[in-house]
């Protein structure tokens, strides 16, 4: 395993097209996050999963953005009608929870840097 | 409102000075602290947890709640530290999620 896996990692598209990122966990963790980091700033939490029940979503997450994790396994964001605003490091993380207890180790991916022109 | 506040985006040292790298909360909860760091062309990795209160690569913090600070230090920094670090808090107990501070960015000279 070598650990969380983020596709694409750069991504550069014109103003109002789809994008889609998927991001692959470390294989026995249950719960996985994604977040956003534009430059100078830190990660900005926007949704997390456990299993493939969607937890909690930030209000940073627009109607514009989707993300799925069908069968608890792999997950994928989608933005659409992407603005350059959208521009940043998108970046995936995942964890084990197990009988409720979390170390709070998050295992990060490299991230999917995506460009709107 | 849950908020980290790194007051510093850029710190310079000389090798074997000694490194403080500065983070406050506000959270009005129990609070857990952590410290992750990114070195150049790697991944964002977990350093340190206030609740282990371990030294990690010679790093420790202490969680100070009435200053409500969660500062990291280090007695003699090597140039190997150089990197970005990031202070985050969990708002709620199994870390449903991180609050991330906006980072320092420590540079070691030799």
């Known amino acids: 395993d070598t650990g969380v896996s983020q596709n694409p990692r750069h991504k550069i598209t014109k103003r109002g097209q789809n994008v889609t990122f998927r991001c692959d966990p470390i294989s026995e963790h249950n719960r996985l996050y994604w977040y956003r980091q534009t430059l100078g700033q830190g990660p900005e939490f926007l949704t997390y999963?456990?299993?493939?029940?969607?937890?909690?979503k930030s209000r940073l997450l627009s109607d514009r953005f989707s993300a799925e994790r069908p069968k608890g396994s792999f997950s994928t964001l989608e933005i659409q009608r992407t603005e350059q605003g959208d521009s940043a490091m998108y970046l995936c993380?995942?964890?084990?929870?197990?009988?409720?207890?979390?170390?709070?180790?998050?295992?990060f991916g490299e991230g999917s840097r995506l460009t709107v022109l | 409102a849950q908020r980290v506040t790194q007051p510093e985006k850029l710190l310079s040292v000389f090798k074997g000075a000694p490194v403080e790298l500065k983070c406050n909360y506000s959270?009005?909860?129990?609070?857990?602290l952590f410290w992750y760091v990114q070195y150049s062309r790697q991944r964002l990795q977990l350093l340190l947890r206030h609740i282990s209160r371990e030294s990690i690569k010679g790093f420790t913090a202490d969680l100070n709640k009435g200053e409500t600070s969660f500062h990291l230090k280090k007695p003699f920094a090597q140039e190997e530290d150089s990197a970005m670090y990031y202070c985050?808090?969990?708002?709620?107990?199994?870390?449903?999620?991180?609050?991330f501070g906006t980072g320092t960015r420590l540079q070691v000279f030799p």
């Open positions: 993380a995942s964890t084990s929870i197990l009988d409720g207890v979390n170390t709070g180790e998050l295992f």
């Open positions: 985050a808090l969990s708002v709620r107990q199994n870390t449903d999620k991180l609050i």
């Open positions: 959270y009005s909860g129990s609070p857990e």
């Open positions: 999963f456990q299993n493939e029940a969607q937890l909690e």
